[in-house]
């Protein structure tokens, strides 16, 4: 079965990628780097000897427009789209027993039990607007189902007729997509495999801080008007709550 492995960089050397160091030694898969950097880098020359895929996005594109570029490349090579899908982060632990595990699914969308090292990460909830952790996975009702994209396996055949909205350029990309997934009707099951995943949603300087806070601003507007669900003004609120217990500065919040 073909099983395709999509990592997304952005400025950072391939090397120093936990995940990739662990999938390039995955024979069966093929690894596809969309490398969103905006400095120069030699990516390209480790990822070719590595014999794998290397897509140089010219700049940060987003998220969701790398994906699209690695479904892109996947359907050219793989016109039947046949096979698997995974998407990871950079610094993603992943299991020994993942790949073997995904295989052994005949659901559409497959989550596997990612956590911080000390909590779930995904799957979680999405409800009444708003993304919902849970402790475990028995506190997980499948109709709010949703999950963060590291891990995340999907078969093929979803993208004959199907690619990630652009207009989210980083946030809520995961969030959307199994929410549309779900009006489809596709199948979705949690699969036994665990993975570690460093999770940085909060930096430690101010203008990157700043910076990640206008995307999420805008890409949380997107979400919410896509979906027709409220929330929106709740979850900027905590946001800018917590930035200014940080940093006690109101021109974080300019646009």
């Known amino acids: ?34 490398d969103n950097s905006e400095k120069e880098n030699k990516n390209d020359i480790t990822i070719q000897k590595d014999h794998q895929i290397y897509i140089n996005m010219n700049g940060n594109k987003g998220l969701s427009c790398a994906y699209n570029q690695a479904i892109n490349y996947i359907e050219k090579v793989n016109p039947d789209m046949k096979g698997k899908v995974t998407f990871f982060d950079d610094d993603t632990i992943i299991s020994e027993d993942f790949f073997i595990k995904m295989s052994q699914t005949d659901k559409e969308i497959c989550l596997p039990v990612v956590s911080d090292g000390n909590s779930l990460l995904s799957p979680s909830m999405f409800k009444n607007g708003k993304s919902i952790r849970i402790k475990n996975l028995e506190q997980l009702d499948m109709k709010y189902i949703s999950g963060i994209n590291s891990g995340m396996t999907i078969n093929l055949e979803i993208f004959k007729d199907y690619r990630y909205n652009e207009s989210l350029f980083l946030d809520y990309v995961d969030h959307y997509f199994l929410y549309e997934m779900k009006q489809k009707k596709r199948t979705i099951e949690v699969v036994d495999t665990q993975c570690i995943q460093n999770f940085s949603a909060n930096g430690n300087d101010k203008e990157s801080d700043r910076k990640r806070f206008a995307i999420f601003k805008k890409d949380s507007k ?28 109101f021109s974080m919040f300019k646009d």
């Open 1 to 34: 079965m073909n099983h395709y492995c999509v990592l997304v960089i952005y400025n950072m050397d391939i090397n120093q990628s936990k995940s990739y160091q662990f999938l390039k030694n995955q024979k069966e898969n093929t690894v596809i780097v969309c």
């Open 222 to 249: 997107t979400f919410y008007k896509l979906t027709s669900m409220k929330g929106y003004y709740k979850v900027i609120g905590r946001r800018i709550f917590r930035l200014w217990l940080k940093y006690k500065d």
